[in-house]
């Protein structure tokens, strides 16, 4: 997978995706909007089973109280955690499908570095060209399709400038 100007270009196909609303960024930082530079490996899959059947035999399940710490501060920075979490931290089963499907990347993670920003996903964007905080997003159907042809080996490749 490889991040374009024109989309993700990935098994022969260009994909039409969205990416953070500061671009792309070699020095990423929380909160920042960007997405990071680099070599991303695919670590996870998760999914809602109340929308829609597995996915595939590797997706877990993303069950009420689901939650993803963002606050650099804590011990937990960058990992999926429960509710109640009186941390700072994004909801992952969400009212709106955003997160409905949800690919894991390994950027800042397994130990994570303070403040060098909390997960970068591939999910599900809200709408053609609308940005993300720094996730690479796509249409629901591509997404699934997507979901469909990873394998292990699988990387997402964001260049430091976008060709």
């Not at 894991?104 to 964007?125: Q, V, Y």
Request: charged fraction near 25%.
């Amino acid at each position: 997978m490889v991040l374009t100007r024109q989309g993700l270009r990935f098994m022969g196909r260009m994909w039409p995706c969205t990416i953070g609303k500061a671009g792309i960024r070699a020095d990423k930082r929380e909160g920042d909007g960007a997405t990071p530079v680099g070599v991303h490996r695919i670590v996870g899959l998760l999914y809602r089973p109340d929308r829609m059947a597995r996915p595939t035999d590797w997706a877990l399940p993303i069950r009420p109280g689901d939650l993803w710490s963002d606050d650099p501060n804590h011990e937990d920075y960058n990992l999926m955690v429960r509710a109640p979490y009186p941390y700072s931290h994004e909801t992952l089963r969400r009212a709106d499908p955003l997160y409905d499907l949800v690919l894991l990347t390994d950027w800042n993670w397994p130990r994570a570095e303070k403040g060098r920003g909390s997960a970068i996903f591939l999910h599900r964007w809200r709408r053609p060209g609308y940005p993300t905080e720094g996730c690479v997003a796509f249409r629901p159907d591509h997404l699934r399709r997507i979901v469909g042809l990873i394998r292990c080996e699988t990387r997402l490749i964001v260049p430091a400038s976008l060709t």
